[in-house]
């Protein structure tokens, strides 16, 4: 854009990106106070894009029109990935099906957002769980210990392809291991 | 050598190494087992050729896996005459460390992290 902004030109460029927000927060079922930072976002997005408008192609409100509309698509897919990775919900928020219980009511402090998260909470499993790692790592030779972090990560056919350790060894020391938790008191699970 | 006081109960079939080590997992302190019965030292020995090929593999298997949990401090190893060369081999399970090293779990952790 070679000429400088008119207030003319502003006013069109807040039109539209007003009604791009609008259209896009309706689309993400987003509340109306949060259209204002889209609104931010496609502002500073066509804030860049502004040097390459020529006004012999067309007017600045299509330009502008097209830019957001472009950069709507790209909000909207980070904002759809955001909520995929991460379910926002407010502790406050109503049960479905209840007019009085919110999360917070069914969540105990003790058990946490892992819970929700449908990850276990129990502090005696938990115990448990770590009582018998402990147990299986003393059953493990420590000279073992390398090869079961690189096992956990591979499996023993990519291990060896890696040629870090001879195939015929690897498959001998999980022969060994499997002999001393089985000793230990640790069946193998298959 | 000594003389063990639990009765042991001679396996059914003949033990292997993986079936040893099995026992031991789920034995309590005390708990006893036949692992072999015999002259182990001649009966391994290639050159006397007193077992098959495999059953002698079997044996020294078997037999060099109890000598390492022994080592281990998971069984005693005890011997019974009971005539001339013919001996009862005896694993008596040991009472297992209540704890091993708390930091041994974290340095592992972080290996394979």
């Known amino acids: ?190 | 050598m000594a003389t063990c006081s639990p009765i042991p109960i001679p396996p059914p079939a003949p033990l292997t190494e993986a079936a040893f080590c099995a026992w031991l997992g789920t034995a309590a302190s005390g708990d006893a087992i036949i692992y072999h019965r015999g002259a182990l030292a001649r009966e391994t020995c290639p050159s006397l050729n007193l077992l098959s090929p495999d059953e002698r593999v079997r044996v020294a298997r078997l037999s060099s896996r109890a000598l390492k949990l022994a080592e281990a401090g998971h069984v005693h190893l005890v011997q019974r005459r009971r005539g001339f060369e013919d001996y009862d081999y005896v694993a008596i399970a040991r009472r297992r460390p209540r704890r091993i090293s708390p930091l041994l779990l974290p340095r592992i952790l972080a290996e394979a992290a």
């Open chain 1, 1 to 190: 854009m070679s000429h400088p902004i008119t207030p003319a030109d502003l006013r069109t460029i807040q039109t539209v990106a007003a009604e791009e927000a609008r259209r896009l927060g309706r689309s993400l079922g987003l509340l109306p106070q949060d259209r204002d930072d889209l609104r931010h976002d496609l502002l500073a997005d066509l804030l860049s894009r502004l040097p390459s408008y020529d006004p012999a192609k067309g007017a600045l409100g299509a330009f502008a029109r097209v830019c957001m509309r472009h950069a709507a698509l790209r909000i909207g897919e980070q904002y759809r990935q955001r909520r995929r990775r991460a379910h926002t919900v407010s502790l406050d928020d109503r049960l479905a099906g209840s007019e009085e219980l919110t999360f917070a009511d069914v969540l105990t402090e003790a058990d946490s957002y892992g819970s929700w998260c449908g990850q276990p909470s129990d502090a005696f499993a938990a115990l448990e769980r770590r009582l018998d790692l402990e147990r299986a790592v003393g059953a493990i030779d420590p000279e073992d210990h390398p090869l079961c972090a690189a096992l956990s990560r591979h499996t023993p056919h990519e291990f060896g392809e890696q040629g870090t350790m001879p195939r015929m060894r690897i498959y001998r020391r999980i022969h060994e291991m499997r002999l001393r938790l089985l000793a230990a008191g640790i069946p193998s699970a298959a």
